[in-house]
């Protein structure tokens, strides 16, 4: 692509709310403008839903020179937050594109898409393939998460909207189209892709902030803040992140109860999308019921004189992440760059990743093992196997087939994060000392994690020499102009859908099946 100094970058994202993605636009728009094979002026930001206000202004500020304008309209938002009929949306979408991409020159004009793959609104996604292909754009779809990683509750909603076959579905999140380019955030999704599209699949992996000694006055500040939101001067462990069930914030709350027990657990965001609501809800209720040291969504009230995310891992004791998936694991780098000590659930589609870039997690664990006598387990059973024929029942036919039952135990324990929320809830709810006493033998580690927590020696994953390499600023801008300027093969018929079923394969293997994602319901 040559430098022209005079490139739109669109950037596409369904919503602008608070979470990993939008980080990854404010970090990574500096870098896409400094870098003179793009030769970026001019930023439009487009979606669903306006940017807040605030984070708008900072984000000016970081692109000097640059002019920052806005696109919204409703109709490029979620399908599911809509109430107009499947046909009359997608009328409107294309209207919106239409308008978006009006007088595009080829080379002059690049969008750039985020999570397009997770189905949300496939309309929006096919008129931006298609419409960008009239006017020569390329168009870089930026997959951050799929709809078939435990999202299957996006399949009726994709068939409401007009796309009835899995083909069709593939043929628009996995285009070839010669003007479209494919970017993962890991590289076992890179390499599945290239094996169709070969290098039209590029992996961009998220770049991140380079630890920076936060002034002392702003994570004071934070501290405060932190003391006033909880009603008193206390440790604090924070999970980096929306409300989304994914997550495992159960287990998170098992830890810091265990490991710490007068210490408070936090999370910054809040619920960002309805089908997350029961989970939140029942999560919540039972803090309340219980009395438990549980703080969520402290950030959900955008209040004016809230602390940034850095700001408020920099004041905490410790940073949790006990995802059940992650795509890429922003919040491993966030606590390293932090200097706070970490406590990870390792996830294996990202653990090479994270190696590669030289980062070691000294707190790192693969399941927390649970003795059956925690919870009612006649009941779990029954739950469970009602959930996975039901869950199983509502897969699109072609991947009944390919699902596989999660792994069952015969006795003795079972992992924390094969449990259903209810399960869950069971074990939280028996005193902490209890549990400790039942589950250390399963958890031997603990003990020591225990101990340094108590002394304050849990240790903090350091900033490895070679991490700027793949994931600094520069770095990420190469690598975006790499793949613009990558010349594409000719790729075979029939790729998106082979496509599509070697991911079904692995996404409905027995390993990935957690109880707790089979249903919206608590």
């Not at 669903?48 to 002019?67: F, H």
């Not at 959900?300 to 602390?307: C, H, K, T």
């Not at 594409?488 to 293997?509: D, M, Y």
Request: net charge positive.
């Amino acid at each position: 692509m040559k430098t022209c100094w005079r490139v739109k970058l669109i950037v596409f994202h369904s919503h602008y709310r608070p979470g990993g993605v939008r980080r990854i636009i404010e970090l990574a728009l500096p870098a896409l403008a400094r870098e003179r094979r793009l030769g970026v002026n001019t930023v439009v930001l487009a979606g669903g839903e306006a940017p807040d206000g605030r984070w708008l202004a900072a984000l000016r500020v970081s692109l000097p020179g640059v002019e920052v304008t806005c696109a919204v309209a409703h109709s490029a938002g979620y399908v599911s937050e809509a109430r107009e009929p499947a046909e009359t949306l997608a009328r409107r979408v294309q209207s919106f594109v239409d308008d978006l991409l009006a007088g595009s020159e080829s080379g002059r004009t690049v969008v750039w898409a985020h999570n397009l793959g997770l189905g949300r609104n496939l309309s929006l996604a096919r008129a931006l393939v298609q419409t960008c292909g009239r006017y020569g754009v390329r168009l870089v779809m930026h997959h951050h998460d799929w709809w078939f990683d435990n999202r299957w509750q996006r399949w009726p909603e994709m068939r409401r909207a007009g796309f009835r076959s899995l083909k069709a579905v593939a043929e628009v999140i996995f285009s070839t189209k010669p003007h479209v380019r494919h970017a993962t955030i890991n590289r076992a999704d890179q390499r599945l892709l290239a094996r169709g599209l070969g290098r039209r699949a590029g992996w961009l992996p998220n770049l991140v902030a380079e630890p920076a000694v936060l002034p002392g006055t702003a994570v004071t500040a934070a501290r405060v803040w932190l003391e006033r939101i909880l009603g008193e001067p206390a440790p604090v462990w924070i999970v980096p992140c929306r409300l989304l069930r994914r997550k495992n914030l159960a287990e998170a709350l098992l830890l810091a109860r265990w490991l710490r027990p007068e210490a408070w657990l936090v999370t910054t965001g809040s619920v960002s999308s309805a089908d997350e609501k029961a989970y939140a809800d029942a999560l919540q209720s039972a803090a309340v019921r219980h009395t438990w040291r549980l703080r969520l969504g402290v950030l959900a009230g955008s209040e004016r004189e809230s602390p940034t995310v850095p700001a408020l891992l920099a004041a905490s004791e410790v940073v949790l992440l006990t995802s059940l998936q992650e795509g890429f694991g922003l919040p491993n780098l966030e606590a390293a760059a932090a200097g706070r000590p970490l406590l990870v659930r390792t996830l294996s589609n990202i653990a090479p990743d994270l190696a590669e870039f030289g980062f070691r997690f000294p707190q790192a664990y693969d399941e927390i093992w649970i003795d059956r006598g925690l919870f009612d387990e006649r009941a779990e059973t029954a739950r469970q196997t009602l959930s996975w024929r039901s869950w199983k029942a509502r897969l699109p036919r072609a991947c009944r087939a390919l699902a596989c039952p999660p792994p069952w135990w015969e006795a003795g324990a079972v992992p924390f994060s094969r449990l259903t929320l209810m399960a869950q809830l069971e074990v939280l709810a028996h005193p902490a000392e209890e549990t400790w006493a039942r589950c250390l033998r399963l958890n031997p580690q603990l003990a020591r994690w225990r101990r340094q927590a108590s002394e304050g020696t849990l240790k903090v994953s350091r900033w490895p020499r070679k991490a700027s390499a793949w994931l600094g600023a520069e770095a990420y801008g190469r690598a975006f102009a790499r793949l613009l300027d990558t010349v594409p093969q000719t790729v075979k018929p029939g790729i998106p859908a082979r496509i599509s079923e070697e991911f079904f394969r692995a996404k409905l293997a027995g390993e990935n099946q957690y109880p707790m994602l089979w249903s919206l319901k608590s």
